[in-house]
């Protein structure tokens, strides 16, 4: 299908207009409802940029009620690394007049407007931005024409951006007709007309909105491996894969559905098989009877979910059976705001559950590393024979990245489950040993066949009310947690040797915690940036570097509790009884802006020109130079 | 002290024998109806040869629960009311394992009763007993699903008000594709209705009236002969073409199993409903493998993967 009238090249319409001002990195903002498309939208961008050089990172909202709900996508694309979603709009698309009036705070003064003229009429004068009257509706509908109405809307404005910011009509033209390839040709047609309609708008009517991003620093960029780009759930599912786990169980709930409709889909391909269940209960439940005939199993959940586990998990601890259970934290408690981000589940993920039951928590810091941390997941579950909990998050999940391709020859673990005979020396929980399972369908040398149970039990797994077995079993099952803690590297540590401030971050606040950081530092602090994947158990010798800061602030989505501290704060304070370990906490449902943890910080040093800077800083400029 | 050679293991090949299936010595009281269902367990793997590794004895918690520790087989002890979604995953994971899933009443029908409609719902292939004895013998005597209406238990000191469920009532309205009864005190009946079970090609049940002499003595008396009660066998339809043939029980009829589960207590022993044609969530599962694999063109897994990730691009 070729497109009536192909958009020019960049190359071609540049002489049109003034010279392309320079830019890092540019925030946008979309707001409209949500059948408007506007999330494929930023799908496109970020696929165009995933080809692209730029790196990028999107951010994106879906109402509790999806239908008809408002509905926003926001974009961050720049040149080099780009850690988070960005404080604060440089432009806003706004398509109705609820979304102008819902979304104009989020741009800085200074930032650009662009609203549908047939929709949004923004207050007259309001000099803080520069207002730009776009007829998109009827500028879809003329192009487009027919019956189709105004649907397309969301690929026009993909012209109108694509343009303005200078980006490869000619690629995202080829990955529109990827997208709608597979719907009759009147479709593909009507998003070319739609598209090319926005791209062509501007020409005559914006000649000062023309950027283009800096060039990529080939020394940077030059990992020679080509750009994926998925959002946080889809590498996780992928990461589990690679991982070599071909098993999974579940039910559905808001952000973990994707995860086991990924799988469900995947797993075949695979030869194995994720079992949609009756609830969370029977979904960790049957995950284990996989992993009790030797396949390492999947499930997973969100907070309300995770809680049904507990008693399974429990089970899986003193049974000492290998799991990989995700929990894709959400705000809670109870049904809260699900699709809201927060970190609250922490503790329940640690210590959830009846007894003691040592186990693992491991936490992504962004969407590649959603990949990487299932592998590693997978791993640690085998080879110490235990759960590991996954803790993302709803803002990972739904967030889209590109990262470099992961070299899969050299990632993917053999499934294949280990029924090898066991020797005449086989014992199920041994003392002096991590628990190596016999699986359902190996022979075992001495004819004894083992029972795994939730009983407390002996070296060959017959029940027992000894005292003594309970005190030696109990510290076998938390000295190879600790084990695992000790064979854990430092974890990532940037910035000053020692000073004012180490900040410290778990989970998906690496990125909005790295570039707080950067300007801690440019404002003359001395500060380092100390990011944890590995939350439980903790690797060693943390305290030495803490020991090197006036201030441990620990930035964390949770509420400050009873006592004032964040959920891991709490923990690394119980650690280390090191009183200078404080908080920075919110529980709006957002990820962290910068600003935020930099006035956080601020706070604790009794700085004000942090506090102040914080509140006040920007990111990156779509502002003349 | 024992000798070497009785702790050697049995030479490969050999068959299976209820002393190579014996394990630790049971823990239930002394005239307990388990031991009974125990006994015929071992005489239904007997006469079944199979692998003695591909064999698994599982179960949740009670006092029927403590099952597994007594046969020597692969098994497991997991946690009150889940052992089918568990079994689930080792039957899916193991489609060569035989999978045996034994547990009380309150296990299978109170905190267990959405697993086991959906279990059966899904027909997972295992073999699930369920050892009734009307009352929560472990937890020391309080009312079961199960318990009669009047039986005064520690949480109905003046006698149970509910209504209690009808196993094979419930079983049947399933959709479990295999619903037997039988009767501690019957063994032939019991290792009859195991060895019927355990060759059933999906989700079958049998439930084994078993006495808790502890908490629920005579509970059962209605139905043994030498106490003055009522065996009565389903007389099962041989399609032999006689006229006394109509009147015999159509196993593949729900409705008539549905009927004969009406029946006054104590009722009737045997195969209530067996259900040969539908198929098991095993082989829906291993179909959907064929067909993604035919897609694939049985691709490497790494090739599968790679072309996922090329196209994210
Ligand atoms: C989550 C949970 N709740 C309660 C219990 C206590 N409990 C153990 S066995 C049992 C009932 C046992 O009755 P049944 O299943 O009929 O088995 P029986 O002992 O009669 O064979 C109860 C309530 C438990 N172990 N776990
Ligand atoms: S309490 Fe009842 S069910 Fe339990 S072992 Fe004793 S007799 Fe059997
Ligand atoms: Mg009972």
Redesign the interface.
């Known amino acids: 299908m070729v497109s009536p009238n192909t958009p020019e090249t960049p190359g071609g319409t540049a002489s049109l207009a003034a010279a392309p001002q320079s830019i890092h990195d540019v925030v946008i903002r979309l707001a409209g409802n949500s059948q408007d498309g506007i999330q494929s939208i930023g799908g496109f961008l970020a ?1 165009l940029a ?2 692209s050089d730029q790196d990028i990172m999107t951010y994106m909202t879906i109402p509790s009620t999806i239908s008809g709900g408002p509905s926003i996508f926001q974009v961050r694309m720049g040149t080099g690394e780009v850690l988070s979603a960005g404080d604060r709009a440089d432009m806003l698309v706004v398509f109705y007049q609820h979304s102008y009036e819902a979304h104009i705070g989020s741009l800085r003064p200074g930032g650009v407007l662009i609203y549908d003229a047939d929709h949004v009429k923004p207050t007259e004068g309001d000099n803080r931005f520069t207002q730009v009257a776009v007829p998109i509706t009827t500028g879809t509908v003329e192009a487009v024409g027919g019956t189709s109405k105004d649907k397309g809307k969301n690929i026009y404005v993909l012209g109108l951006i694509a343009r303005i910011f200078d980006l490869d009509g000619q690629k995202l033209g080829a990955l529109i007709k990827e997208r709608f390839g597979g719907k009759n040709e009147d479709v593909v047609r009507n998003a070319m007309l739609a598209f090319d309609a926005g791209y062509a708008w501007p020409q005559n009517n914006l000649r000062d909105l023309f950027f283009r991003f800096e060039a990529v620093d080939r020394a940077i960029a030059a990992t020679g491996r ?5 959002d946080g759930n889809m590498a996780l599912a ?1 990461g589990l ?2 991982a070599g786990v071909r ?1 999974g ?1 579940g039910y559905p709930i808001t952000p973990w559905s994707s995860i086991m409709e990924t799988l469900r889909a ?1 797993f ?6 994720f ?1 949609q ?3 969370e ?3 960790v ?11 390492l ?1 999947v499930t997973g959940s969100a907070g309300p979910g995770l809680s049904l586990k507990m ?2 998990l ?2 899986a601890v003193m ?1 000492e059976m290998p799991i990989v259970v995700v929990n894709v934290q959400r705000g809670g408690p109870s049904t809260g705001m699900p699709t809201n981000v927060e970190q609250s589940d922490l503790l329940q993920a640690i210590y959830g559950s009846h007894g003691d039951t040592p186990r693992v928590v491991l936490a992504p810091r962004n969407v590649e590393d959603c990949f990487y941390i299932a592998i590693e997941a997978a791993r640690i579950a085998r080879e110490y024979s235990t759960p590991v909990l996954i803790l993302t998050d709803m803002g990972l999940a739904s967030r889209i990245e590109a990262f470099d ?2 070299d ?2 050299k990632l ?1 673990v053999d ?1 294949s489950p280990d029924l090898s005979d066991r020797g ?1 020396d086989f014992k199920p929980y041994p003392l002096d040993r991590i628990t190596r399972h ?18 407390e039990h002996d070296e060959l797994g ?2 027992t009310g000894s005292p003594k077995l309970h005190v030696q079993m109990t510290a076998k099952r938390r000295n190879k947690i600790k084990a695992l803690g000790a064979s854990l590297p430092a974890p990532e540590c940037v910035g000053d040797e020692e000073g004012d401030v180490l900040l410290v971050t778990w989970g998906s606040n690496w990125g909005p915690g790295r570039e707080a950081l950067t300007q801690v530092r440019a404002a003359q602090v001395k500060a380092a940036h100390m990011h944890l994947r590995h939350v439980h158990p903790l690797p060693n010798g943390l305290e030495e570097t803490f020991k090197r800061f006036r201030k441990i602030v620990v930035a964390e989505l949770n509420d400050e509790g009873l006592y004032g501290f964040g959920q891991f704060t709490m923990l690394l304070r119980a650690r280390y009884a090191n009183p200078d370990i404080v908080s920075v906490t919110k529980t709006d449902g957002l990820t962290f802006k910068i600003s935020e943890i930099v006035a956080g910080i601020g706070r604790h040093l009794g700085s004000d020109v942090l506090a102040a800077s914080g509140a006040a800083n920007q990111n990156s400029a779509l502002a003349k130079k | 002290m024992t000798s070497a050679l009785a ?4 030479p490969a090949g050999a068959p299976l024998t209820k002393k ?1 299936l014996t ?2 010595h049971p823990t239930w009281c002394p005239g307990c109806g388990d031991f009974a269902v125990l006994h015929a367990f071992y005489r239904t793997l007997e006469k079944l040869q199979y692998p ?3 064999i ?1 004895t599982f179960a949740g918690i009670g006092c029927s629960s403590r099952f ?2 007594f046969v ?8 009150h009311g ?1 052992a089918l ?10 489609d ?2 035989h999978v045996f899933v034994f547990g009380g009443d309150g296990d299978g029908f109170s905190i267990g009763g ?2 086991l ?2 279990t059966a719902r899904k027909n997972v292939r295992l073999t699930y007993v369920i050892m009734d004895n009307s009352v929560y013998g472990l937890t020391k005597k309080q009312t079961s699903p199960t318990s009669p209406i009047g039986f005064k238990t520690k949480t109905d000191p003046t006698g149970a008000i509910d209504q209690p469920i009808n196993p094979m009532r419930t079983l049947i309205n399933s959709g479990a594709t295999f619903v037997a009864r039988s009767h501690a005190t019957q063994v032939n009946h019991m290792v009859e209705m195991m060895l019927r079970a355990a060759k059933h090609d999906g989700f079958s049940v049998v439930e084994i009236l078993s006495e808790c002499v502890e908490f629920y003595e005579g509970a059962f008396d209605a139905s043994i002969p030498r106490k003055g009660g009522t065996w009565t066998l389903i007389d099962e339809k041989k399609n032999d073409g006689t006229p006394e043939d109509t009147l015999r029980h159509d196993t593949a009829d729900d409705i008539a199993a549905f009927k004969l589960a009406q029946q006054a207590w104590p009722g009737s022993f045997g195969v209530f409903y067996e259900n040969k044609n539908r198929k098991t969530k095993n082989a829906l ?1 291993a179909e ?2 064929v ?3 035919e ?2 063109k049985n691709a490497s ?2 090739a ?3 072309a ?2 090329s196209k ?2």
């Open positions: 696929r995933g080809r080509p750009q994926v780009t998925m992928y894969i690679a098993h169980a995947e075949p391909k695979y030869g194995g098989l079992v269940c009756e609830d209960i029977a979904a439940s049957t995950a284990l009877g996989f992993a009790f005939t030797g396949r199993a008693e399974a429990g089970w049974a391709e992961p899969l020859s993917m499934p005449v016999a699986p359902a369908g190996s022979k075992v040398g001495t004819g004894k066949y083992p029972t795994v149970t939730g009983l017959h029940p | 702790t050697l293991p049995p190579i394990a630790d003695h590794e591909k698994v597994p520790y020597n087989t692969h098994g497991g002890h997991y946690i889940r979604p568990f079994a689930t995953g080792i039957s899916l994971g193991g060569d394992l959405n697993h409609v959906h599962e959907l493998v067909k993604a694999k897609r694939t897994d790494l599968v993967l790679q996922t990730f994210m691009r």
